[in-house]
């Protein structure tokens, strides 16, 4: 059994250790957990969870409808899935095309939702997110959509790489983030780091991870 209560709290007091000027946000992501290890995060405190695919949140949502959980969607988007996601979560994190950024706008009837982008920060051609060079044309492009509120950016860096690499990317995406920042006043979040990374992501400055199986164990197959 994991003890999903003494982990956020060994997390809370680790990412509290490691950041100073900023209190992290902890994003519990619980795809392929059930929705019981997500009440016993919540009973321990924790409010914000992330999930990444569409159908398994929106069954997990029903059971826990009468808890205030705040739901980051940080899976691969379908522009046929954007009227669900928009509907049922408070922040989207992988938004990487106009296609997807509109949906989604057109969609929010009334509710803002925040967003952040996603960068293709290894700039490997086959993984998801904007190339490092385009973030600030794709940044002015969304800020004519009335329901997305841009928080800032979302990354998943090298994972099977040399440490150096990792490190480099980390300092690129704090660049990226920053460079941001001073362009607008709304953008607050850098997320990137994941349980094998998030200490070294803290290091450089992340402003929210995402931790699954450090919090949850392992997730089922
Ligand atoms: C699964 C996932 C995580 C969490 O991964 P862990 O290694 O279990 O902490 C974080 N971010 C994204 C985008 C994910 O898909």
């Given at each position: 059994?994991?003890?999903?209560k003494?982990?956020?709290?060994?997390?809370?007091?680790q990412?509290?250790?490691?950041?100073?000027?900023?209190?992290?946000?902890?994003?519990?992501?619980?795809?392929?957990?059930?929705?019981?290890?997500?009440?016993?995060?919540?009973?321990?405190?924790?409010?914000?969870?992330?999930?990444?695919y569409?159908?398994?949140?929106?069954?997990?949502?029903?059971?826990?409808?009468?808890?205030?959980?705040?739901?980051?969607?940080?899976?691969?988007?379908?522009?046929?899935?954007?009227?669900?996601?928009a509907?049922?979560?408070?922040w989207?994190?992988?938004?990487?095309?106009?296609?997807?950024?509109?949906?989604?706008?057109?969609?929010?009837?009334?509710?803002?939702?925040?967003?952040?982008?996603?960068?293709?920060?290894?700039?490997?051609?086959?993984?998801?997110?904007?190339?490092?060079?385009?973030?600030?044309?794709?940044a002015?492009?969304?800020?004519?959509?009335?329901?997305?509120?841009?928080?800032?950016?979302?990354?998943?860096?090298?994972?099977?790489?040399?440490?150096?690499?990792?490190?480099?990317?980390?300092?690129?995406?704090?660049?990226?983030?920053?460079?941001?920042?001073?362009?607008?006043?709304?953008?607050?979040?850098?997320?990137?780091?994941?349980?094998?990374?998030?200490?070294?992501?803290?290091?450089?400055?992340?402003?929210?991870?995402?931790?699954?199986?450090?919090?949850?164990?392992?997730?089922?197959?």
């Amino acid at each position: 059994m994991t003890n999903i209560k003494e982990n956020i709290e060994i997390l809370t007091k680790q990412v509290k250790e490691l950041s100073f000027d900023i209190k992290p946000t902890i994003v519990a992501v619980s795809k392929q957990q059930s929705y019981l290890k997500i009440i016993e995060a919540f009973n321990a405190g924790q409010r914000v969870f992330g999930e990444n695919y569409l159908q398994e949140a929106m069954d997990k949502q029903k059971d826990l409808k009468d808890y205030p959980i705040e739901w980051h969607f940080i899976g691969p988007i379908q522009s046929n899935k954007c009227k669900l996601i928009a509907e049922n979560f408070d922040w989207v994190q992988t938004v990487d095309r106009m296609k997807i950024a509109r949906r989604l706008d057109e969609s929010c009837s009334g509710k803002i939702i925040n967003i952040c982008i996603q960068i293709n920060i290894s700039e490997e051609p086959t993984k998801s997110g904007i190339m490092p060079n385009q973030v600030d044309t794709f940044a002015k492009e969304l800020s004519q959509f009335k329901y997305l509120n841009l928080r800032g950016i979302m990354a998943i860096p090298s994972q099977n790489k040399k440490d150096g690499n990792l490190k480099h990317e980390l300092v690129s995406l704090k660049k990226i983030f920053v460079n941001l920042k001073n362009q607008n006043n709304n953008i607050d979040t850098l997320s990137v780091g994941m349980s094998n990374d998030y200490k070294l992501a803290l290091n450089y400055g992340s402003t929210m991870i995402r931790v699954g199986s450090h919090i949850f164990g392992a997730r089922a197959k």
